[in-house]
């Protein structure tokens, strides 16, 4: 069964070359075509995530928490084109903060044709009341294990911090129920929990109030993070 965002018309999309965050050329972004996007650099993270400082908190991981699921204030983004601002609202909510979606969207920059990158959530996620959010750019077309593992640490970090992660997707992406879910045009979801010392992810999806809420594995999700990035 195939899950498609209900607003998201139907659009054939010629091959592009992304740029880490953004869109080089004519992209589809947050359900809307998207006009040429800023190239921007990863910012630096908020704590050092080194190959060999990655391995040490994966091995770190299986000593804390298991799993944890944060409340957030659910709401299905309001227009095909508000996945970013009904995602960064979802986020924000785990720490009190229910702005509209509108004015969210404002401060994201969204128009009909989406919201540029993850670098946007991650600015409007600190300034409207999160805190310590960076943004983390996968950059090719495939997650590399070492960004599969780095996504399992950002999300234990953040989640255990009351933080809910939101991820810039594109692509179809496999639960762990077996329910694939299809964003041809990209997306922004959120993650608001994990399991099994963050190898699996709850994540809350702004597109289909049906069925809102969904568990997957890390490695599927930093696959569908590919070309894209996250804010944790």
Known sequence: ??????????????????????I???????????GPAVTMGTPAPSMDMTPTAVTQQIGDLDKGQPSKVL???YEPQSTYFYCAPAATRIALSAQGHTPSQDDVARQ???TEAGTNSAEDTTRVLNNAGGKDYHTVAIPD????????DRLQVDVVHAIDNNRPVVANIKGTAVDTDGMAHSYEGGHYLTVVGYDDHGRKVKIADPAEPNHSEYWMST??????????GYSA
């Not at 080089?24 to 998207?34: K, R, S, T």
């Not at 077309?141 to 599969?148: G, H, I, L, N």
Request: net charge neutral; hydrophobic share 50%; glycine share 8%.
């Open 219 to 228: 490695i599927n999700l930093a696959n569908w993070a590919a070309e894209r």
């Open 24 to 34: 080089a050329g004519l992209a589809v972004v947050g359900g809307a075509i998207a």
């Open 108 to 110: 994201l920059g969204t």
């Open 1 to 22: 069964m195939t899950f498609v965002n209900r607003w998201l018309p139907a659009i054939t999309e010629t091959p592009i070359r992304k740029t880490a965050l953004g």
């Open 71 to 73: 409340d957030v204030n």
């Open 141 to 148: 077309e495939t997650a590399k294990p070492a960004e599969m």
